[in-house]
């Protein structure tokens, strides 16, 4: 499937994800509605392997769908993200992985990436144990990718990517949040769980092997959520009716100027974040391994692409009044989700310039 027939496919379902938002956030997970809507549009598969079923697209796509999902329900972008986020992690896996996992090529992959797992080494695999945090997805997947350290290994060289079946795992109900409600990103645990040798692989041959696009990809459901704020606080400008003068919030030239520096932030972020994209795209097809400095550029350029979209969501959402904070107001749940998201360990800004800076003068 093209990606122009994806985005088409996208674009259909936004009436029916805005109308299940407040569902979503209520659950604390994606409805099934959902979860199977975007199973059955071939959205989910949008990264993985021809064989396997998918469309083996690439970050640009990626960033159009989960930027367009976003202004029916964020929480359905940033699940969007993950789940085909890691099908393009499990591409790097040994094809003996992949058959395993993609069995049923419909199947979903959340993960927690942080190795804060402990892999003992066992006959043929290894026992992971641990308890991981922030599965986005998790409730719907069948296999989990989880980060672990294995014993006696230190340094980056220890680091493991294990992909276990959520069956061997327990989830933990504990999403209890104020944005991204719908993600469900639960805590996971592992007790004693044995992995095969080709489902536990070194942090270089698999994240390490696409980090570049892994971080990029993050920000998708933001400046689509921002582009939503911004698209609310328009309609509102002209609805509302200012209790202070009695005039339309159109017509105050402060409201419009927020307007206009919202937007070209967001515009902004858009045309760095579809670059970075295709760069990504671009280096992938050509086979060449994600550089160092490479990559710090990608980090920042990802972490000012939240901070643009979650600045001009502010701005517009600072001005919209008391009306916008009711549940059944849309520019509310955009601003809860845009921060949510913008708390993500790779969109913190300070440490995405500082890397950035240090890879750059190290020479």
């Known amino acids: 499937m093209d990606e122009a027939t994806l985005i088409a496919r996208a674009d259909t379902l936004l009436p029916a994800l805005a109308e299940r938002a407040h569902e979503a956030e209520a659950l604390r997970q994606m409805p099934k509605s959902t979860v199977d809507d975007l199973i059955e549009s071939g959205l989910t598969r949008a990264l993985q392997p021809h064989e396997f079923g998918g469309s083996a697209l690439g970050a640009s796509t990626h960033i159009q769908l989960t930027s367009r999902l976003a202004a029916g329900c964020v929480s359905t972008a940033w699940c969007q993200f993950v789940w085909s986020a890691h099908n393009a992690m499990l591409t790097y896996y040994p094809q003996a992985a992949q058959e395993e996992v993609w069995a049923d090529p419909e199947t979903l992959t959340a993960a927690s990436l942080a190795p804060v797992g402990k892999a003992t080494t066992a006959d043929g695999g290894l026992r992971l144990s641990g308890k991981w945090s922030f599965a986005s997805g998790c409730d719907a997947a069948d296999w989990l990718l989880l980060g672990a350290v294995r014993d006696g290994g230190g340094g980056a060289g220890g680091l493991l990517l294990c992909c276990v079946p959520k069956n061997e795992v327990e989830i933990v109900d504990n999403w209890h949040v104020a944005g991204l409600k719908g993600t469900g990103s639960k805590d996971v645990v592992a007790q004693d769980v044995f992995v095969p040798d080709h489902r536990a692989r070194p942090f270089e041959e698999t994240l390490g092997a696409c980090i570049d696009f892994g971080v990029a990809?993050?920000?998708?459901?933001?400046?689509?959520?921002?582009?939503?704020?911004?698209?609310?606080?328009?309609?509102?400008?002209?609805?509302?009716?200012?209790?202070?003068s009695l005039s339309r919030q159109s017509d105050m030239g402060s409201a419009k100027n927020r307007l206009a520096e919202s937007s070209a932030e967001v515009y902004a972020a858009r045309l760095l974040l579809e670059r970075t994209a295709a760069d990504i795209d671009a280096r992938i097809a050509a086979k060449r391994p994600p550089e160092p400095t490479w990559c710090a550029q990608v980090t920042r350029d990802t972490a000012f692409v939240?901070?643009?979209?979650?600045?001009?969501?502010?701005?517009?959402?600072?001005?919209?009044?008391?009306?916008?904070?009711?549940?059944?107001?849309?520019?509310?749940?955009?601003?809860?989700?845009?921060?949510a998201g913008h708390s993500h360990a790779y969109l913190n800004w300070d440490t995405a310039a500082e890397g950035w800076a240090n890879a750059i003068l190290a020479g």
């Open 217 to 244: 990809v993050i920000a998708g459901p933001l400046l689509g959520a921002a582009e939503a704020a911004l698209t609310r606080f328009r309609e509102r400008l002209t609805e509302r009716v200012l209790i202070t």
């Open 306 to 339: 939240a901070q643009l979209a979650t600045r001009a969501t502010q701005r517009v959402f600072e001005a919209s009044g008391g009306g916008a904070l009711q549940e059944s107001e849309p520019i509310q749940r955009l601003w809860r989700d845009i921060n």
